[in-house]
Protein backbone atom coordinates (compact mmCIF):
# COMPACT_ATOMS: atom_id res chain seq x y z
CA UNK A 1 0.00 0.00 0.00
CA UNK A 2 1.46 3.46 -1.25
CA UNK A 3 0.35 6.47 0.55
CA UNK A 4 2.19 9.32 0.86
CA UNK A 5 1.53 13.35 1.94
CA UNK A 6 2.77 16.59 -0.13
CA UNK A 7 1.88 19.77 -0.69
CA UNK A 8 -0.86 20.95 -3.45
CA UNK A 9 1.49 23.54 -4.07
CA UNK A 10 4.33 20.98 -5.25
CA UNK A 11 4.49 20.33 -8.98
CA UNK A 12 2.93 16.76 -9.63
CA UNK A 13 5.19 13.19 -10.02
CA UNK A 14 2.83 11.38 -12.56
CA UNK A 15 5.08 8.39 -11.96
CA UNK A 16 4.73 7.92 -8.37
CA UNK A 17 1.68 10.34 -7.25
CA UNK A 18 -0.91 7.50 -8.79
CA UNK A 19 -4.58 9.01 -7.49
CA UNK A 20 -4.02 12.66 -6.06
CA UNK A 21 -6.39 13.65 -3.22
CA UNK A 22 -6.74 16.93 -1.86
CA UNK A 23 -6.97 16.34 1.82
CA UNK A 24 -7.94 19.92 3.13
CA UNK A 25 -11.76 21.17 3.39
CA UNK A 26 -11.10 24.62 1.58
CA UNK A 27 -9.55 25.34 -2.15
CA UNK A 28 -5.91 26.18 -1.89
CA UNK A 29 -5.24 30.09 -2.53
CA UNK A 30 -3.90 30.96 -5.46
CA UNK A 31 -3.56 27.95 -7.01
CA UNK A 32 -5.50 26.73 -10.66
CA UNK A 33 -7.54 23.40 -10.55
CA UNK A 34 -5.42 22.57 -13.34
CA UNK A 35 -2.19 23.00 -11.77
CA UNK A 36 -3.42 20.91 -8.67
CA UNK A 37 -4.02 18.06 -10.62
CA UNK A 38 -6.34 17.05 -8.07
CA UNK A 39 -8.37 13.65 -8.85
CA UNK A 40 -10.37 13.37 -6.00
CA UNK A 41 -11.51 15.99 -2.88
CA UNK A 42 -13.08 14.05 -0.68
CA UNK A 43 -14.36 16.69 2.08
CA UNK A 44 -15.85 13.93 4.21
CA UNK A 45 -11.96 13.25 5.74
CA UNK A 46 -11.27 16.25 6.45
CA UNK A 47 -11.08 18.13 9.67
CA UNK A 48 -14.55 19.97 10.47
CA UNK A 49 -13.99 24.18 10.50
CA UNK A 50 -14.15 23.69 13.96
CA UNK A 51 -11.75 21.41 14.87
CA UNK A 52 -9.42 23.49 12.38
CA UNK A 53 -9.83 26.53 14.38
CA UNK A 54 -9.45 25.02 17.27
CA UNK A 55 -5.84 23.32 16.62
CA UNK A 56 -4.99 26.69 14.64
CA UNK A 57 -5.87 29.07 17.15
CA UNK A 58 -3.70 27.38 19.88
CA UNK A 59 -6.44 24.60 20.88
CA UNK A 60 -4.18 21.97 22.27
CA UNK A 61 -1.30 19.53 22.04
CA UNK A 62 -0.78 17.65 18.65
CA UNK A 63 -1.94 14.38 20.36
CA UNK A 64 -5.37 15.99 21.38
CA UNK A 65 -5.69 17.16 17.79
CA UNK A 66 -5.48 13.93 16.76
CA UNK A 67 -7.55 12.06 18.67
CA UNK A 68 -10.63 14.97 17.87
CA UNK A 69 -9.59 13.93 14.12
CA UNK A 70 -9.88 10.61 14.49
CA UNK A 71 -13.17 10.92 16.61
CA UNK A 72 -14.49 12.87 13.31
CA UNK A 73 -13.18 10.09 10.91
CA UNK A 74 -15.19 7.28 13.07
CA UNK A 75 -18.20 8.72 12.47
CA UNK A 76 -20.42 7.18 9.32
CA UNK A 77 -19.73 9.57 6.34
CA UNK A 78 -16.17 9.90 7.25
CA UNK A 79 -15.76 6.08 8.12
CA UNK A 80 -17.14 4.95 4.85
CA UNK A 81 -14.90 7.59 2.87
CA UNK A 82 -11.72 6.35 4.71
CA UNK A 83 -12.74 2.94 3.20
CA UNK A 84 -13.09 3.77 0.00
CA UNK A 85 -9.63 5.60 0.27
CA UNK A 86 -7.97 2.80 1.42
CA UNK A 87 -9.81 0.72 -0.90
CA UNK A 88 -7.44 2.75 -3.88
CA UNK A 89 -4.54 2.91 -2.01
CA UNK A 90 -4.54 -1.06 -1.89
CA UNK A 91 -4.80 -0.90 -5.51
CA UNK A 92 -2.31 1.53 -5.92
CA UNK A 93 -0.53 5.01 -4.86
CA UNK A 94 -2.12 7.43 -3.60
CA UNK A 95 -0.48 11.03 -2.32
CA UNK A 96 -2.59 13.30 0.09
CA UNK A 97 -2.22 16.67 -0.56
CA UNK A 98 -2.59 19.45 1.50
CA UNK A 99 -1.57 23.41 1.59
CA UNK A 100 -0.47 23.28 5.06
CA UNK A 101 3.72 24.66 5.71
CA UNK A 102 4.25 21.38 7.39
CA UNK A 103 2.70 17.95 6.13
CA UNK A 104 4.29 15.69 7.99
CA UNK A 105 2.78 17.07 11.20
CA UNK A 106 -0.35 17.64 9.81
CA UNK A 107 -4.00 16.22 9.42
CA UNK A 108 -2.73 14.48 6.23
CA UNK A 109 -0.10 12.64 8.51
CA UNK A 110 -2.63 11.14 10.78
CA UNK A 111 -4.92 10.29 7.36
CA UNK A 112 -1.77 8.80 5.45
CA UNK A 113 -1.02 6.72 9.21
CA UNK A 114 -4.80 5.74 9.39
CA UNK A 115 -4.89 4.21 5.56
CA UNK A 116 -1.30 2.70 6.24
CA UNK A 117 -2.20 1.09 8.89
Same mark, same amino acid.
Given at each position: ????????? /????????? %??? =? @??????????? *????? /?????? %?? &? +????????????? &????FR??????????? *??AE??????????? &??????? @????? +? +???????? =??SG
Amino acid at each position: MGVRVRRVY /DPPEPGADG %VRV =L @VDRLWPRGLAK *AVAAV /DEWPKA %VT &P +SGELRKWFHGGGG &PAQEFRARYEAELAEPE *AAAELERLRALAEAG &PVTLLTA @VRDPA +S +SHAAVLAD =LLSG
